[in-house]
């Protein structure tokens, strides 16, 4: 079983683990403790995309397409929900140290573009714009030939990912509202992803033959083959995540629903009588 140690993804990491610890150790400092759950979901997404960037699917993607692609999934569709719910407030307010905050609260011009960039009629095309992108032959062969274009599809995707689930689980508030809207954003997202993924299976001939050629027989695999359990994954993982965001946000709307009914109850009978 190959692993990577390629340095850039485990400074990276690193920071990403210091930084973290850093913050929540702050705040402990200040008398609040963050949610064991938040906490969890970070670590949870760090670590998958430790095991994207530095395990053995990192070591196989230029010599099957199915490996490659659990990569990406890993990545990008997996790893994004956790690491920002993992961010949400206080968590985010100190993540950086002060004099980066300090900087980046000066910059208003770089808020103003990310806020732009979060919104939901923004953050869905760039999503759907960088997915079919890279997946276009030759930016897709470009990428495993080239390590430079193949780190920053790997940003790309990761990216397109934190900015498509921001408005979703909203970071920047300490609780998540439980809009419907949520729904039918993340089914909209999945459903672009989800005609891709039949794009591979479906497909007759190999869509990136250039490349992998008749790389994937090494491992006992078709090129055919290959290429739709790729193609397969990606429609799995889709279903799964419209499922969970179907239950997950219908409950949590209808809770808030059900609060804020008890609370006008609640307001209503204690209200003095009006003769």
């Known amino acids: 079983m190959k692993f990577s140690l390629a340095p850039g993804p485990i400074v990276v990491l690193l920071l990403g683990a210091f930084l973290y610890v850093r913050a929540v150790g702050t705040l402990r400092g200040r008398g609040y403790h963050v949610p064991r759950w938040q906490q969890a979901a970070w670590w949870i997404g760090l670590s998958l995309e430790a095991v994207a960037l530095l395990g053995p699917l990192d070591a196989y993607a230029d010599q099957a ?19 920002v719910a993992g961010l949400r407030t206080p968590v985010l307010l100190f993540l950086l140290p002060r004099p ?3 900087t980046l609260a000066r910059r208003h011009g770089l808020r103003r573009v990310f806020g732009v960039l979060s919104r939901p009629r923004v953050a869905f095309p760039l999503y759907v714009v960088a997915l079919y992108g890279w997946h276009i032959g030759f930016a897709f062969e470009g990428a495993l030939r080239n390590p430079v274009v193949h780190v920053l599809q790997h940003q790309t995707f990761l990216a397109v990912n934190l900015l498509l689930w921001w408005p979703v689980l909203e970071p920047q508030r300490r609780r998540m509202p439980g809009h419907l809207w949520k729904i039918g ?12 993924g039949m794009g591979f299976v479906f497909s007759h001939g190999a869509l990136y033959g250039d490349y992998y050629g008749s790389k994937p027989l090494r491992h006992g695999l078709s090129v055919l083959g290959d290429q739709q359990t790729a193609g397969g994954m990606m429609m799995s993982l ?3 995540i419209i499922f969970l965001a179907l239950c997950y946000f219908f409950f949590y709307a209808a809770r808030q629903s059900a609060a804020s009914e008890r609370a006008e109850t609640a307001e209503r009978s204690a209200a003095p009588a009006v003769t």
């Open 185 to 196: 954003y993340i089914f909209a997202a999945r459903m672009s992803s989800m005609f891709l």
């Open 238 to 240: 889709d279903i799964i």
């Open 65 to 83: 397409l199915s490996a490659h692609m659990a990569q990406h999934l890993l990545l990008g569709d997996i790893a994004a929900p956790f690491l």
């Open 100 to 102: 980066a905050l300090k």
